[in-house]
């Protein structure tokens, strides 16, 4: 069976500073991968996946993620960090067509 | 149109009322999902609707009962719920077929609250 592994719940930044979120999976086939955020209140919304065309896939709000399947990892990250990025982030990995297996989320914080 | 809609927003409900959830989505997608989230936890899967049909129930208890009278609607029944099943619900719809690659689109969710 699949699974993903979000390491840190809780994540603190400095505004402008590297944003790195880890996310490690385990899947027996190829998987896809997905990046959501959820902001207070909110549904979650899609920043990017991976479907096995580019192991380097950038996202919306200058996000991006890098496969590695070497160790089976995907994290999260962007350059520079704005006040507006603080929001749960979820991995997520696939399970045949319908089930996504989601990791338990991080936490974002940015300091100002 | 890019948006999953949720109707309501907010609900507050006593343990012997009946009420529904509502979703509802134009891209066009044939599959369409239930989803529980409690506070600071990732979103369990309810039930998922593909092509109209039943496709997966994940054990859910019977006082929710799901509907999709067609392919843009999607309906949770509550009916006799506990205080525990307080949370966010969440819906969401994707392509359907038979890859695992179709990304889901989720709603702003109902925040449900049990009495």
């Known amino acids: 069976a699949q699974s993903v592994t979000q390491l840190g719940s809780h994540v603190s930044v400095s505004e402008g500073a590297l944003v790195l979120l880890r996310c490690n999976y385990s899947s027996s086939v190829p998987p896809y991968l997905f990046w959501y955020v959820q902001y207070p209140n909110q549904g979650l919304q899609l920043l990017l996946k991976?479907?096995?065309?580019?192991?380097l896939v950038k996202g919306i709000n200058g996000f991006e993620a890098e496969f590695k399947k070497s160790e089976t990892s995907f994290h999260l990250t962007k350059p520079s960090a704005h006040m507006s990025d603080a929001a749960e982030y979820f991995c997520a990995v696939t399970e045949g067509t319908y089930k996504y297996i989601f990791g338990t989320g991080t936490r974002l914080k940015v300091l100002a | 149109d890019t948006e999953v809609t949720q109707t309501p927003k907010h609900l507050v409900m006593g343990m012997t009322n009946k009420k529904s959830l509502k979703c509802e989505q134009h891209?066009?997608?044939?599959?369409m999902y239930w989803y529980k989230q409690k506070a600071k936890k990732p979103p369990e899967l309810m039930f998922v609707?593909?092509?109209?049909?039943?496709?997966i129930n994940e054990s859910v208890p019977s006082r929710f009962s799901p509907e999709c009278p067609n392919s843009s609607l999607l309906n949770l029944h509550l009916h006799a719920l506990q205080p525990e099943d307080s949370a966010l619900y969440l819906c969401?719809?994707?392509?359907?077929?038979?890859?695992?690659?179709?990304?889901?689109?989720f709603g702003p969710g109902t925040r449900l609250t049990v009495l």
């Open positions: 991976y479907t096995s065309a580019a192991t």
């Open positions: 891209m066009g997608h044939r599959a």
């Open positions: 969401a719809s994707s392509r359907g077929g038979d890859r695992g690659n179709n990304e889901q689109f």
């Open positions: 609707y593909s092509y109209e049909k039943l496709s």
